[in-house]
């Protein structure tokens, strides 16, 4: 019978009975195999989930904590007037945020690099590449000077209201301190989650936070500083995020993978660079997109209002996808490092995880939304028609957050895996090519306004796209991928 058993290949369960003929009960045998092959899948899928919440949880903690530092600015301005507050969006939401999707894409090369190194094993090169990381993001923010130096032209030349882009003007020179933060702490940040030390980033960003509401308060409530004062509290914040994580590398909480500076880094750049700017592309071509937005419905009839509305919708937006933003860094890393250890079904299983949760917070977020679409503008102003404006855009905004609950998962998936150049393509195309001249065709052709500007650029583009990047992510040969990334860590190591 045990030789009957081995050919048959039929896994011994416990309480497993036969007849007369040797051959198993099939009813009983698929009820025992289901029930532990349940039980299986439960305990991957709860072993994968504390992998990933390892990361995604500080993670959450610490996007919260940095975004809702511009959130309280926009409320600090938003209550001294519908200018201010439309100036602050315009210098934070657009100068600010087109250098922040640059600056973030392109340390995310550092998700690809470290991620697959720690997995391999290859601890010494994760400090190599942070500080190769720190020099071309330097470089990158010296070339991206103009951007704050000439907001008040460039503003201008994209149809802003000449009020609102002189105010702007001021306020993004008042912001050149933050700018030149984000070329270090970004790549620090990468780098600690990387290695699973994520829990510091969440600590040091509620560090930050602290520090911001009360120079906030100085700056504005009681030294009375006005717009200025509400620039300038921002730049204080970012930069003791990065003097809390260079502090924390540098004295002894990285004792395997950095050390310390090293010649080295200034080797192999140009491979270093290549890698960057396709992340930055792909990252960009995403982050822009909706500062277009804003940019188009500065050219609206009533732009005031219509940017105050949609920036406070923008705001709500962008404080949600904090938590998409986490499974990004929290996908990446995992599937980085299971592609590293040359586990490619590793990597599958990671995705599905990262991806499922996600979406189940999503739906959550989506419902909230819808429930109090009458209640959250208070937060950033009590004018009538900018709370009425809210409410007509509170349904776009809430398939927005469902939307988004699954498209920066897939594009953290990309960046584990070193998809880059191929999902900035992709971007690219429905962003830029279909979703772009959907909105200006329904914003002004069918006079439905932001909201048909709106619209189209998230039926039209990130609708699309992210259906795109779930047909690729499915249909992936991820043992394939393993084996590319094997490769990978061996040029990169030979490069050191």
Same mark, same amino acid.
């Given at each position: 019978?045990?030789?009957?058993?081995?050919?048959?290949?039929?896994?011994?369960?416990?309480?497993?009975?036969?007849?007369?003929?040797?051959?198993?009960?099939?009813?009983?045998?698929?009820?025992? =195999?289901?029930?532990?092959?349940?039980?299986?899948?439960?305990?991957?899928?709860?072993?994968?989930?504390?992998?990933?919440?390892?990361?995604?949880?500080?993670?959450?903690?610490?996007?919260?904590?940095?975004?809702?530092?511009?959130?309280?600015?926009?409320?600090?301005?938003?209550?001294?007037?519908?200018?201010?507050?439309?100036?602050?969006?315009?210098?934070?939401?657009?100068?600010?945020? %087109?250098?922040?999707?640059?600056?973030?894409?392109?340390?995310?090369? &550092?998700?690809?690099?470290?991620?697959?190194?720690?997995?391999?094993?290859? =601890?010494?090169?994760?400090?190599?590449?942070?500080?190769?990381?720190?020099?071309?993001?330097?470089?990158?923010?010296?070339?991206?000077?103009?951007?704050?130096?000439?907001?008040?032209? &460039?503003?201008?030349?994209? #149809?802003?209201?000449?009020?609102?882009?002189?105010?702007?003007?001021?306020?993004?020179?008042?912001?050149?301190?933050?700018?030149?933060?984000?070329?270090?702490?970004?790549?620090?940040?990468?780098?600690?989650?990387?290695? &699973?030390?994520?829990?510091?980033?969440?600590?040091?960003?509620?560090?930050?936070?602290?520090?911001?509401?009360?120079?906030?308060?100085?700056?504005?409530?009681?030294?009375?500083?006005?717009?200025?004062?509400?620039?300038?509290?921002?730049?204080?914040?970012?930069?003791?995020?990065?003097?809390?994580?260079?502090?924390?590398?540098?004295? #002894?909480?990285?004792?395997?993978?950095?050390?310390?500076?090293?010649?080295?880094?200034?080797?192999?750049?140009?491979?270093?660079?290549?890698?960057?700017?396709?992340?930055?592309?792909?990252?960009?071509?995403?982050?822009?997109?909706?500062?277009?937005?804003?940019?188009?419905?500065?050219?609206?009839?009533?732009?005031?209002?219509?940017?105050?509305?949609?920036?406070?919708?923008?705001?709500?937006?962008?404080?949600?996808?904090?938590?998409?933003?986490? %499974?990004?860094?929290?996908?990446?890393?995992?599937?980085?490092?299971?592609?590293?250890?040359?586990?490619?079904?590793?990597?599958?299983?990671?995705?599905?995880?990262?991806?499922?949760?996600?979406?189940?917070?999503?739906?959550?977020?989506?419902? !909230?939304?819808?429930?109090?679409?009458?209640?959250?503008?208070?937060?950033?102003?009590?004018?009538?028609?900018?709370?009425?404006?809210?409410?007509?855009?509170?349904?776009?905004?809430?398939?927005?957050?469902?939307?988004?609950?699954?498209?920066?998962?897939?594009? #953290?998936?990309?960046?584990?895996?070193?998809?880059?150049?191929?999902?900035?393509?992709?971007?690219?195309?429905?962003?830029?090519? !279909? #979703?772009?001249?959907?909105?200006?065709?329904?914003?002004?052709?069918?006079?439905?306004?932001?909201?048909?500007?709106?619209?189209?650029?998230?039926?039209?583009?990130?609708?699309?796209?992210? &259906?795109?990047?779930?047909?690729?992510?499915?249909?992936?040969?991820?043992?394939?991928?393993?084996?590319?990334?094997?490769?990978?860590?061996?040029?990169?190591?030979?490069?050191?």
């Amino acid at each position: 019978m045990s030789q009957k058993l081995e050919d048959q290949k039929v896994p011994l369960l416990k309480n497993y009975s036969y007849d007369d003929s040797d051959k198993p009960l099939q009813l009983k045998q698929s009820l025992e =195999y289901d029930e532990d092959f349940n039980e299986d899948i439960v305990r991957k899928v709860w072993v994968e989930s504390k992998k990933l919440w390892h990361i995604v949880g500080p993670s959450i903690v610490s996007r919260i904590a940095s975004y809702s530092m511009l959130v309280i600015t926009q409320a600090f301005a938003g209550h001294l007037g519908d200018l201010e507050l439309a100036a602050i969006s315009i210098g934070c939401n657009v100068i600010v945020g %087109f250098d922040y999707g640059l600056m973030l894409g392109m340390a995310s090369a &550092l998700e690809t690099l470290c991620g697959q190194a720690y997995g391999a094993k290859k =601890y010494h090169m994760l400090g190599v590449y942070m500080q190769r990381s720190w020099i071309v993001l330097f470089v990158c923010s010296i070339l991206l000077l103009p951007l704050y130096i000439f907001a008040t032209p &460039l503003l201008k030349l994209f #149809g802003q209201p000449d009020d609102v882009a002189e105010l702007a003007g001021v306020v993004s020179l008042w912001l050149l301190p933050l700018h030149f933060s984000f070329a270090f702490q970004f790549p620090l940040q990468r780098f600690l989650q990387c290695q &699973l030390k994520a829990g510091v980033v969440a600590w040091v960003s509620m560090v930050a936070f602290m520090v911001h509401i009360f120079v906030s308060w100085l700056f504005v409530s009681v030294l009375q500083c006005g717009i200025v004062g509400v620039a300038i509290t921002q730049n204080f914040a970012w930069w003791v995020l990065v003097f809390g994580l260079f502090g924390y590398c540098v004295l #002894g909480g990285c004792p395997l993978t950095w050390p310390g500076f090293s010649m080295e880094a200034f080797t192999g750049l140009w491979e270093f660079v290549k890698l960057s700017a396709a992340s930055g592309v792909m990252l960009c071509l995403e982050n822009w997109y909706y500062k277009i937005l804003i940019l188009m419905t500065g050219n609206l009839k009533n732009a005031e209002i219509a940017l105050d509305a949609l920036s406070i919708c923008m705001s709500i937006n962008g404080w949600e996808m904090m938590i998409p933003f986490a %499974f990004f860094a929290g996908a990446g890393v995992r599937v980085a490092n299971e592609l590293g250890a040359g586990n490619g079904k590793g990597a599958k299983f990671a995705t599905m995880v990262a991806v499922g949760t996600s979406v189940v917070i999503g739906l959550f977020f989506f419902l !909230l939304v819808l429930i109090l679409h009458d209640d959250f503008t208070f937060i950033f102003s009590t004018s009538p028609p900018v709370i009425e404006a809210v409410s007509q855009l509170s349904v776009l905004l809430a398939f927005t957050i469902l939307l988004n609950s699954i498209q920066p998962v897939l594009s #953290g998936v990309a960046v584990g895996s070193g998809w880059q150049s191929l999902v900035a393509y992709i971007n690219l195309g429905c962003y830029y090519l !279909l #979703g772009v001249p959907l909105g200006i065709l329904m914003g002004w052709q069918f006079d439905l306004g932001v909201m048909g500007i709106w619209a189209g650029m998230i039926f039209g583009g990130t609708l699309v796209q992210t &259906l795109i990047l779930a047909i690729i992510t499915y249909r992936c040969d991820w043992d394939k991928e393993a084996s590319k990334a094997s490769l990978h860590v061996q040029k990169w190591t030979e490069n050191i």
